[in-house]
């Protein structure tokens, strides 16, 4: 089976006061079909970065410096602008943290979404809004076809979210990339759109790419779970892999500082320092001076170590029997 | 329980925005242009004991920053009263709110808003205490110190300005301003919210240590239920302005009583639990300006019968110090979730 999303190597850079910075580091990893894969780290690990490189919405002073995206095949860094803008929204959509960056406020929803379907397919406005409704009804909003005719500020948090959601499959994509969709919204709502999350790639097919700094999330929706640190994926499996065994050792301080993991009252176990800037990487391994295992050997460039599907990015993987 | 520090008696706290002109005049013809009401907190009553850290735990909507505000004298209560040791919190009438709400101290979730980035570190601590003559002027550059210190920053710290330290840093910081007024209570509203979790486990060690070196009494609002069990004695559930179950942390954990609690508690994603197991809450959170009549959980409760949509519950005892506010609380809900 061809994977729907593939990048590999990709490389984003941005021109700083500082000198280049390197937000995305060589960074590779494959989705298949009817697959979530889970993209996990903290604030300024290049995730969103991540995300916003493989649909080609960099902007300077920042590039994408190296690599590949392929969409069932076809490589997005080869093609022209325009032939990019065809597959934005057509094979890969994207979902934001905030739905009001996706909706416009002075457009009815249905006007905004047969737009979004006559720029792809042309049909006639009323054939269009049928697409729409139908899309809204897949994401579970009750009454989509009075949903159509409402302006994004009458609707809740929730709601906006789903029809960004709705938006994104219009033109049933291949992939999809939802960047923090979920964080924003109250944890009984946050529920509802995950099980339907789930339930759409199961159905449609479509690959997800969910990038958030929520493990828990993660841990209960993704197949598949790559944790970023200082630009790099430094380490990559299933979800029960990495959450039930991970080898590198700042994924097992993440799962390590959840409260929800220790008996309530004491004292958590805690990665000592602070994420580092990316101006200003320690040679060698980004974690090395937080880190408990590391050692000189921790300065040079670490390597990837691959066990089953497993991948690490670490000189001392933890071992798991 | 002792004496409680902080009483909290029948708070209500409504919102009103008047019309403005334009929708007056159109409401001439449409019948509208009539104020709006919020109703942010109906008729909470809590008590709080000395050296306990209750959390308040809720979704949006639910009243719990209010009631933060309401009980840091920030907010006066439309009807009930909020006292502390004793004497209410806020009182208008009598223009005596500032000297009393020194004693409680806020934390809130940014702290990237809630320290003036043109003050050095050290004079947004000194602030406060300087001005309510809590610390004599002479020792003032000696306690900064050591309040830095206890906070787990370095003592030089005081003449940096907040765009030089780190998110956790800054919460240290927001801590450590609260601390300098010697308060009795604190209020942490999402404090450890917008925390990356590495760093959110930091301040969570913190906020421990300093809660058993100083004998804190804290609420500690959030809306997240497993930071919320880790350092909570008791959990308030609060959903549309009311308090719906109030247990200490364990036995809540452990059998959660009301039908919203239980569904809050079945919608948390945690690790570990597996693939794709949502037994999402159905529905929306109703809007605060129109709570629906009777219990404002009916809409979406599975259990919900004739009387819910009637009447409103009243928090009444489930056991040995914890109440619920739900009809079905005399062991109904254990035996129909059973069935289902």
Redesign the interface.
């Given at each position: 089976m061809t994977a729907a999303l593939d990048v590999k190597g990709l490389t984003t850079r941005f021109e700083t006061r500082a000198g280049h910075v390197t937000a995305v580091n060589d960074v590779s990893f494959a989705v298949q079909p009817g697959r979530i894969m889970g993209l996990v780290g903290e604030s300024g690990s290049g995730k969103s970065v991540t995300g916003f490189s493989i649909l080609g919405l960099i902007d300077a002073p920042g590039e994408v410096s190296a690599g590949a995206v392929l969409i069932d095949g076809i490589d997005l860094r080869q093609l022209s602008d325009e032939d990019l803008r065809k597959m934005r929204g057509r094979k890969v959509a994207m979902v934001f943290q905030d739905p009001m960056m996706t909706l416009n406020p002075v457009l009815r929803v249905g006007d905004q979404m047969a737009m979004a379907v006559r720029v792809h397919r042309p049909m006639s406005k009323p054939d269009a809004l049928d697409h729409a409704r139908k899309a809204l009804e897949v994401v579970g909003i009750p009454s989509p076809a009075e949903r159509l005719k409402a302006y994004p500020h009458q609707l809740s948090g929730g709601m906006r979210q789903r029809v960004a959601i709705a938006m994104a499959l219009l033109h049933s994509p291949s992939v999809i990339i939802a960047d923090e969709a979920t964080t924003a919204l109250d944890v009984s709502i946050q529920g509802q759109i995950l099980a339907e999350v789930r339930e759409l790639a199961d159905t449609t097919g479509a690959a997800i790419v969910w990038i958030t700094h929520d493990l828990a999330v993660v841990s209960s929706l993704a197949d598949d779970i790559c944790v970023m640190y200082a630009g790099r994926i430094v380490e990559r499996g299933t979800a029960e892999q990495v959450i039930g065994g991970p080898r590198h050792p700042y994924t097992q301080g993440l799962l390590d500082s959840i409260p929800a993991l220790h008996e309530p009252g004491r004292k958590l176990p805690q990665i000592p320092g602070s994420t580092p800037q990316l101006s200003r990487l320690p040679e060698g391994c980004p974690f090395r001076p937080r880190c408990p295992r590391a050692t000189d050997l921790c300065r040079t460039e670490p390597p990837l170590d691959v066990r089953d599907e497993q991948a690490v990015l670490c000189h001392h993987p933890l071992e798991r029997a | 329980m002792t004496d409680p520090i902080l009483k909290i008696d029948a708070v209500s706290k409504r919102f009103t925005r008047k019309p403005g002109l334009a929708e007056r005049m159109v409401g001439r013809f449409t019948g509208g242009g009539k104020p709006i009401t919020v109703h942010a907190l109906t008729d909470v009553s809590l008590d709080v004991a000395k050296g306990e850290v209750l959390g308040i735990v809720g979704?949006?909507g639910c009243g719990k920053s209010t009631l933060g505000r309401v009980i840091a004298g920030i907010h006066a209560p439309s009807s009930g009263s909020v006292a502390l040791n004793g004497r209410p919190v806020a009182d208008e009438r009598h223009g005596t709110v500032h000297k009393l709400t020194t004693q409680v101290q806020m934390i809130h979730q940014d702290p990237f808003a809630s320290l003036n980035p043109r003050m050095k570190v050290g004079e947004t601590l000194a602030e406060g205490p300087r001005y309510h003559g809590i610390i004599p002027a002479d020792q003032v550059r000696a306690r900064i110190r050591a309040l830095l210190e206890q906070v787990g920053l370095e003592g030089a710290y005081a003449d940096r300005l907040p765009h030089q330290f780190?998110?956790?840093?800054r919460q240290r910081i927001a801590i450590a301003r609260a601390l300098a007024m010697q308060p009795e209570v604190l209020v942490l509203d999402e404090a450890v919210a917008s925390l990356?979790?590495?760093?959110?486990?930091?301040v969570?060690?913190l906020f421990?240590d300093l809660r058993h070196d100083l004998g804190l009494t804290a609420l500690f609002i959030s809306?997240d239920l497993?930071?919320v069990?880790?350092?909570c004695d008791r959990v308030a559930i609060m959903y549309l302005g009311r308090l719906v179950e109030l247990a200490p942390?364990?036995q809540l954990y452990a059998d959660p009583r009301h039908p919203y609690t239980q569904?809050?508690f079945?919608?948390?994603?945690?690790?570990?639990?597996?693939?794709?197991?949502?037994?999402?809450?159905?529905g929306?959170?109703p809007s605060p300006i129109a709570p629906p009549p009777g219990c404002p959980f009916h809409p979406r409760c599975p259990f919900a019968g004739p009387r819910c949509r009637a009447e409103a519950p009243r928090l009444t005892g489930a056991g040995p110090a914890r109440t619920v506010a739900c009809h079905l609380n005399d062991g109904g809900v254990n035996m129909q979730r059973g069935a289902a």
């Amino acid at each position: 089976m061809t994977a729907a999303l593939d990048v590999k190597g990709l490389t984003t850079r941005f021109e700083t006061r500082a000198g280049h910075v390197t937000a995305v580091n060589d960074v590779s990893f494959a989705v298949q079909p009817g697959r979530i894969m889970g993209l996990v780290g903290e604030s300024g690990s290049g995730k969103s970065v991540t995300g916003f490189s493989i649909l080609g919405l960099i902007d300077a002073p920042g590039e994408v410096s190296a690599g590949a995206v392929l969409i069932d095949g076809i490589d997005l860094r080869q093609l022209s602008d325009e032939d990019l803008r065809k597959m934005r929204g057509r094979k890969v959509a994207m979902v934001f943290q905030d739905p009001m960056m996706t909706l416009n406020p002075v457009l009815r929803v249905g006007d905004q979404m047969a737009m979004a379907v006559r720029v792809h397919r042309p049909m006639s406005k009323p054939d269009a809004l049928d697409h729409a409704r139908k899309a809204l009804e897949v994401v579970g909003i009750p009454s989509p076809a009075e949903r159509l005719k409402a302006y994004p500020h009458q609707l809740s948090g929730g709601m906006r979210q789903r029809v960004a959601i709705a938006m994104a499959l219009l033109h049933s994509p291949s992939v999809i990339i939802a960047d923090e969709a979920t964080t924003a919204l109250d944890v009984s709502i946050q529920g509802q759109i995950l099980a339907e999350v789930r339930e759409l790639a199961d159905t449609t097919g479509a690959a997800i790419v969910w990038i958030t700094h929520d493990l828990a999330v993660v841990s209960s929706l993704a197949d598949d779970i790559c944790v970023m640190y200082a630009g790099r994926i430094v380490e990559r499996g299933t979800a029960e892999q990495v959450i039930g065994g991970p080898r590198h050792p700042y994924t097992q301080g993440l799962l390590d500082s959840i409260p929800a993991l220790h008996e309530p009252g004491r004292k958590l176990p805690q990665i000592p320092g602070s994420t580092p800037q990316l101006s200003r990487l320690p040679e060698g391994c980004p974690f090395r001076p937080r880190c408990p295992r590391a050692t000189d050997l921790c300065r040079t460039e670490p390597p990837l170590d691959v066990r089953d599907e497993q991948a690490v990015l670490c000189h001392h993987p933890l071992e798991r029997a | 329980m002792t004496d409680p520090i902080l009483k909290i008696d029948a708070v209500s706290k409504r919102f009103t925005r008047k019309p403005g002109l334009a929708e007056r005049m159109v409401g001439r013809f449409t019948g509208g242009g009539k104020p709006i009401t919020v109703h942010a907190l109906t008729d909470v009553s809590l008590d709080v004991a000395k050296g306990e850290v209750l959390g308040i735990v809720g979704e949006s909507g639910c009243g719990k920053s209010t009631l933060g505000r309401v009980i840091a004298g920030i907010h006066a209560p439309s009807s009930g009263s909020v006292a502390l040791n004793g004497r209410p919190v806020a009182d208008e009438r009598h223009g005596t709110v500032h000297k009393l709400t020194t004693q409680v101290q806020m934390i809130h979730q940014d702290p990237f808003a809630s320290l003036n980035p043109r003050m050095k570190v050290g004079e947004t601590l000194a602030e406060g205490p300087r001005y309510h003559g809590i610390i004599p002027a002479d020792q003032v550059r000696a306690r900064i110190r050591a309040l830095l210190e206890q906070v787990g920053l370095e003592g030089a710290y005081a003449d940096r300005l907040p765009h030089q330290f780190s998110g956790g840093q800054r919460q240290r910081i927001a801590i450590a301003r609260a601390l300098a007024m010697q308060p009795e209570v604190l209020v942490l509203d999402e404090a450890v919210a917008s925390l990356d979790v590495s760093i959110q486990a930091q301040v969570l060690n913190l906020f421990m240590d300093l809660r058993h070196d100083l004998g804190l009494t804290a609420l500690f609002i959030s809306h997240d239920l497993s930071v919320v069990r880790h350092v909570c004695d008791r959990v308030a559930i609060m959903y549309l302005g009311r308090l719906v179950e109030l247990a200490p942390a364990d036995q809540l954990y452990a059998d959660p009583r009301h039908p919203y609690t239980q569904a809050l508690f079945a919608s948390i994603p945690t690790v570990g639990t597996g693939r794709g197991r949502f037994e999402a809450i159905k529905g929306e959170i109703p809007s605060p300006i129109a709570p629906p009549p009777g219990c404002p959980f009916h809409p979406r409760c599975p259990f919900a019968g004739p009387r819910c949509r009637a009447e409103a519950p009243r928090l009444t005892g489930a056991g040995p110090a914890r109440t619920v506010a739900c009809h079905l609380n005399d062991g109904g809900v254990n035996m129909q979730r059973g069935a289902a």
